[in-house]
């Protein structure tokens, strides 16, 4: 998609809930996933996963705009503070939230979970 989206490092976990233990860390390039009814990494079931992702990327000062698709749960903070709360069970849908971002580096957490069906997550963003 346009814009920009950061290396993320991935922790997931077999429930729902983002509870212990990390079954496997993985990263990613930008976090862009459609698993559709498989398996996100080995070891890690196909429903009823979670994951917990975070990246520190550099921005150039100005307003962003953050896009999500999600299916199912989906949170994103910058910097601690939460810009997107969409933690339900839901088929494939969209969000976006617009921040200002002052020039450096900023981290974005991104907490995801799966259901059942189809998994898929993607987060990116573009300058305004």
């Not at 079931?45 to 979670?50: G, L």
């Amino acid at each position: 998609g346009p814009g920009g989206s950061g290396t993320f490092t991935c922790d997931l976990y077999n429930n729902t809930g983002l509870g212990d233990p990390i079954i496997t860390t993985q990263s990613y390039n930008s976090l862009n996933k459609d698993w559709g009814k498989y398996a996100p990494a080995p070891g890690v079931t196909a429903d009823f996963f979670s994951m917990r992702c975070t990246s520190t990327t550099h921005f150039s000062e100005g307003n962003y705009n953050f896009q999500v698709a999600t299916d199912d749960g989906i949170k994103v903070w910058v910097d601690g503070n939460p810009i997107i709360d969409q933690w339900r069970v839901q088929g494939v849908s969209y969000y976006g939230a617009d921040i200002h971002l002052d020039e450096g580096d900023h981290t974005v957490k991104v907490e995801y979970f799966e259901n059942m069906g189809r998994a898929l997550v993607r987060v990116g963003w573009a300058r305004r």
